[in-house]
């Protein structure tokens, strides 16, 4: 092997499409993979998200690539290796409240870094149905607070000042598991197509605000009704208030709740999620513990969940209150009266084309077309 050229990172980042040629690293070596995008299996798109950075995060995705006969390829391209002097990142700024966020998937498209929200490039959303946890949309408003699984307690109020403790041992063993196939959506998935006809505030998501995971943990509805609550109608308006761990600089933590009915009926499946496609629920997806509400908003899916309680109101948060709120078109910033609007619960019929992209030149001929359809509200999807 011939002595190779040397390059930094920040080299190797400048190499990211085929007119600046296509190089990709893995562990230290360097590879120009140009000739090979054309010609890859899974197609020049996915091959172009890994460009000028590394491949491993993408590979442990893809199993397809853990075979000798991949790495025998890769070694063809091989160009230079990575200067001894590349190091760890340097360590985060301890002032900036972001600081403790965890890693993320470089595939991801970011919308905004601090709080971090991000989604999953449109061809790798339809590659699989069940959304890889790294490829999980995420929509965080505050920082992601640092739980220790040891020490974590979940505070249940029932009504007449009756109240639980879990730990999340006592939350696996007291409930009976169970799972549910759901998907989350924001209420501003592909707000940047809403803006192209009219202007409308908030992050400019594109059509990756939705993901779908297998998720389990104790349903809402068991621990509920060991807290006290009856399952009858008297209590038929009423509310069940989620609070996250994550709080803003005065101390307020994210908040939503959801109707009484829906948390205590069987059907809704609403659960108390600790694991997200048969692993631990990762940070930004709301470790330890989080709430699923299959065919809800997003928004009432608290993460990070420190106490469940059943009021007659709904919650007094923010969120709940002032924003993530349904209104008619005629409605705008100036005549807008939040208190007014009816918080957002189910989500209307959603579908999608991931690929091909708009604007993307495609080859004569026949040509396969992917995308997702999503009923909305927790039904199944009858036909598309
Ligand atoms: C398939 C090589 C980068 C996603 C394959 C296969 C090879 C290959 C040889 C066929 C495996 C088999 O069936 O035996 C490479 C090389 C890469 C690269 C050399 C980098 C230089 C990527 C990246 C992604 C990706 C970055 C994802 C973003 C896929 C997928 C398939 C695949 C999804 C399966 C296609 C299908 O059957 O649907 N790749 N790959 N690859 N690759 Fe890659
Ligand atoms: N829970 C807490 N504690 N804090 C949050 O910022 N964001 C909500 C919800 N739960 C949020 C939260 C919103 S608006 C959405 S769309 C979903 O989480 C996103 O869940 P995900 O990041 O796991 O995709």
């Known amino acids: 092997t011939p002595p190779f050229p040397r390059y930094t990172r920040a080299e190797v980042a400048q190499h990211r499409t085929p007119a600046d040629r296509v190089w990709v690293t893995y562990g230290t070596d360097v590879f120009d993979v140009t000739e090979f995008v054309e010609l890859h299996p899974g197609g020049p798109d996915k091959i172009l998200l890994a460009a000028g950075g590394a491949l491993e995060p993408f590979w442990a995705l893809y199993a397809v ?26 360590p985060g700024d301890s002032a900036d409240p972001f600081a403790g966020d965890p890693p993320r998937h470089p595939a991801l498209r970011v919308n905004s870094a601090k709080p971090f929200n991000a989604e999953p490039p449109p061809e790798l959303l339809t590659q699989s149905f069940l959304t890889p946890n790294e490829l999980f949309f995420t929509r965080n408003h505050l920082p992601v607070p640092a739980v220790d699984a040891a020490s974590y307690r979940l505070r249940v109020e029932g009504p007449g000042g009756r109240a639980l403790s879990l730990s999340l041992a006592e939350l696996r063993r007291r409930f009976p598991k169970h799972e549910v196939t759901a998907t989350l959506q924001c209420a501003g998935n592909r707000r940047s197509e809403m803006s192209r006809v009219r202007p409308v505030k908030g992050l400019a998501w594109d059509i990756g605000a939705i993901s779908t995971a297998r998720w389990g943990g104790a349903r809402l509805r ?24 994550d ?6 933590p994210y908040g939503a709740s959801i109707p009484l009915k829906r948390a205590l009926s069987a059907d809704a ?26 065919g809800v908003v997003g928004a009432r899916s608290v993460k990070w969940l420190r106490s469940v309680a059943v009021s007659p109101e709904e919650s007094p948060s923010h969120w709940q ?62 036909r598309v």
């Open 222 to 245: 068991d621990v509920l009704l060991a807290a006290g609550v009856r399952d009858s109608t008297e209590n038929g308006e009423w509310h069940v208030c989620f609070e996250g761990l």
């Open 65 to 90: 690539h853990s075979e000798p006969h991949v790495l025998e390829l890769l070694r063809e391209y091989k160009v230079g290796e990575l200067s001894p002097e590349e190091a760890a990142p340097p």
């Open 321 to 382: 209150q002032n924003d993530y709120k349904g209104f008619c078109p005629s409605v705008d910033w100036d005549s807008v009266d939040f208190g007014a609007a009816p918080a957002i619960q189910e989500l209307p019929v959603q579908s999608a084309i991931t690929e091909p992209r708009p604007g993307a030149a495609v080859p004569a001929g026949e040509l396969t077309v992917k995308g997702y359809a999503w009923s909305g509200g927790g039904r199944e999807v009858v």
């Open 269 to 294: 499946e609403v659960l108390l999620a600790y694991e997200m496609n048969g692993r631990e629920l990762p940070r930004d997806h709301g470790f330890p513990v989080r709430v699923v509400v299959p």
């Open 247 to 252: 709080a803003d600089a005065s101390g307020t």
